[in-house]
């Protein structure tokens, strides 16, 4: 199970490596327009529109990029029929056709359906896509039905397992949005202990997208705390050090603590992986602090370390219940980053949010610590520390950039195309599943330039090839078709 988590983790990389670029240039977009959110510039009308572009879809792009990932051998089939079950999970689901399905009005329909294109449903549609691609993309049909052999088929047989998943949604999906929402109810009598528990459970839901059923009760008008509303003066009920508890304490977090864990992953991954993890954790913080984005982070390690995840999620609530003790408040209208902390220092209900300066440092120093702590103390296999990624020290910086040849070479000590089976690359390592280990012979294999070997598995075979390793898959591939 670990070891498919792993996977999953990696297979979330690609479509989490759009992510920051696009919050850079909505943070920036808001800047320039703070209170119109483009209505007074051209300017920053384009840049929030081009960045929403990806933030708004970001569950397309997990469908997209989970199915290409967690396929065989990373083929475009499996990102189209990742795309397929999207698109048919999340229009069958649609409040307009659940209301056609109940013969009532769309007004009418659960909340629940309103909320069906979530983070969730992208990563559950890019696994039905892969998994059906794995199983059906060698399956041979008739000749009458020779067309839909094959890859051809995956779309069809996706298709289908799409609408028997999207029957189960429709029953489970209004019963788990509608626990979440009386949850959240139930906890608002509890002050600041009621705080730190929703900051928790907003962290630990995001992996599944649910978290937008408890902040459409905190956040929102739905349960009479519209903390946003009330906090930026637009809905009556306003309390002064009150209002804004629900919203503070992301602050500490997204803007100090997770930048503070990102380092603690730099300073603890693997030497020779450090310049490979350093872009993406790097853009994650700038992405985090100044707009609040924090997926890019998250999704880093969540998959990848789920155990550092639920610790992350706990500092969280703690945050929460801190901020909700002290006489400080601070709001957003988009996230708690840089760009809304300063924007709310005018707000309403402001009070005091320069207070939040020390105590998110004090955030950055224990996640650095605790992250630091746990990650090597219980081997936590974060970005650089992945095990199906190196060998310590088991890396080659080739002396020219000949990647067919070296591929030429792998290829002959493997045994030649008729002896693979399937192809994979992770970050350094050219992963092969071959169907005789006899016939590997690794004296050749390393005469190419490579450093290191192992055999993991009867049929499996891992090649140390470095950071350059995709170059030589793209080359390996191209010789085994």
């Not at 670029?21 to 009308?45: K, L």
């Not at 499996?78 to 009005?105: C, E, F, H, R």
């Not at 993309?137 to 998943?165: E, Q, Y």
């Amino acid at each position: 199970m670990m070891k498919y988590l792993q996977k999953l983790g990696k297979s979330l990389m690609l479509p989490v490596a759009c992510l920051p670029v696009a919050s850079v240039v909505m943070g920036i977009g808001y800047w320039m327009d703070p209170t119109g959110w483009g209505a007074n510039s051209v300017a920053a009308a384009f840049l929030i529109k081009a960045g929403s572009a990806l933030i708004d879809n970001m569950a397309i792009l997990f469908a997209i990029g989970v199915a290409v990932g967690m396929s065989d051998d990373n083929d475009g089939t499996a990102g189209l029929a990742g795309l397929v079950s999207w698109l048919m999970i999340t229009t069958l689901l649609k409040p307009a056709a659940v209301a056609m399905y109940q013969g009532i009005d769309v007004a009418a329909v659960p909340a629940a359906f309103g909320k069906v294109e979530t983070a969730f449903v992208g990563i559950l549609a890019g696994l039905i896509g892969a998994s059906c691609y794995n199983k059906f993309k060698n399956t041979k049909l008739p000749d009458a039905l020779g067309f839909f052999s094959g890859k051809r088929s995956v779309a069809m047989v996706t298709a289908a397992a799409s609408i028997v998943a999207a029957i189960v949604l429709y029953f489970v999906w209004p019963f788990v949005y509608g626990a979440l929402v009386a949850f959240g109810k139930s906890i608002l009598s509890t002050g600041a202990v009621g705080s730190g528990i929703y900051l928790f459970l907003n962290r630990l839901l995001i992996p599944t997208g649910l978290h937008h059923a408890l902040n459409s009760v905190f956040w929102f008008d739905i349960a009479g705390i519209n903390d946003i509303g009330k906090f930026w003066g637009r809905a009556e009920g306003a309390v002064l050090g009150q209002t804004g508890m629900y919203l503070t304490g992301f602050f500490p977090i997204m803007m100090f603590g997770l930048p503070g864990a990102a380092l603690a992953m730099y300073h603890t991954a693997k030497d020779k992986k450090k310049k490979a993890v350093y872009g993406l954790l790097l853009a994650g913080s700038i992405s985090a602090f100044f707009t609040g984005v924090t997926e890019p982070l998250e999704f880093a390690f969540m998959f990848l370390a789920p155990g550092l995840y639920l610790i992350h999620a706990g500092l969280a609530g703690i945050s929460g219940f801190i901020c909700a003790l002290l006489p400080v408040r601070s709001g957003f209208n988009f996230s708690g980053g840089f760009v809304d902390w300063v924007l709310s220092f005018k707000a309403p209900m402001a009070q005091n949010p320069l207070l939040l300066l020390p105590i998110g440092i004090g955030f950055f120093i224990v996640y650095y610590v605790i992250f630091r702590f746990a990650i090597t103390k219980f081997n936590l296999k974060t970005p650089g520390r992945e095990d199906d990624d190196d060998s310590e020290g088991e890396f080659v910086e080739f002396a020219n950039n000949d990647f067919t040849q070296i591929a030429s070479i792998i290829l002959k000590g493997i045994g030649g195309k008729e002896n693979v089976v399937s192809i994979d690359n992770c970050i350094t390592r050219l992963r092969l599943e071959v169907k005789d280990q006899t016939k590997v012979n690794e004296k050749i294999i390393k005469s190419a330039g490579i450093s290191g070997m192992i055999r993991p598995g009867k049929t499996s075979v891992q090649i140390i090839v470095g950071t350059q390793v995709q170059f030589v898959a793209d080359e390996f591939k191209k010789m085994c078709k």
